[in-house]
């Protein structure tokens, strides 16, 4: 008999911070793959895959804040690690997007690489390649997103600032 490890993948990590997004609304697969531009397979997926790794309660509907605060903050510069690119065109993120262009001055300029974007800088994978075009469309989504990337390229300031702005959102709905 074989048996196959269960493995996070980036997407779980795109499709668990739309959820927290959403901030409880109710929604179904459907709408939630095409607001994130892929398929409802791989949203089933991903929820198989989260509930499985504990980060979404048994219903497949709650995320569980804690648990999912503690991986990015603990786990996901090593598991998702990212290290900056060529200079391109695209969307801002990290500490070049909101929130943390406010509170965070750098030369260095991070984006996901698109044709839609305003932006000229070092180019960041993003976790999913239609992470761009549904950033754009879902504002609360992107300022997460732009966290995350944060705790995956930033260096411990940006790090520290990044996890205490995630834990305000993620805990406490701000």
Known sequence: MKTQQ???SPLDIVVLLKIISLNQQVWHQNSM???????????SK?????????LLDPSGKKVRRVAFVEFLQYGL???FPQ???????????AHSAPPLNTSIQSQELYVWP???GTARGQSIVP???SIPQAALKDFKLYELLA???AIRVGRAREKEIAIKELKLRILHGE
């Open 127 to 129: 976790l999913y390649p």
């Open 77 to 79: 510069s090593y598991v």
């Open 147 to 149: 966290l995350v990337d």
């Open 114 to 116: 698109s044709a839609k």
């Open 83 to 93: 290290h900056p690119g060529a200079i391109i065109k695209g969307v801002p993120t």
């Open 33 to 43: 793959a095409e607001a994130l531009g892929i398929s409802q397979s791989e949203i």
């Open 6 to 8: 269960v493995s996070m």
């Open 46 to 54: 991903s929820l198989a895959r989260s509930k499985y790794a504990g």
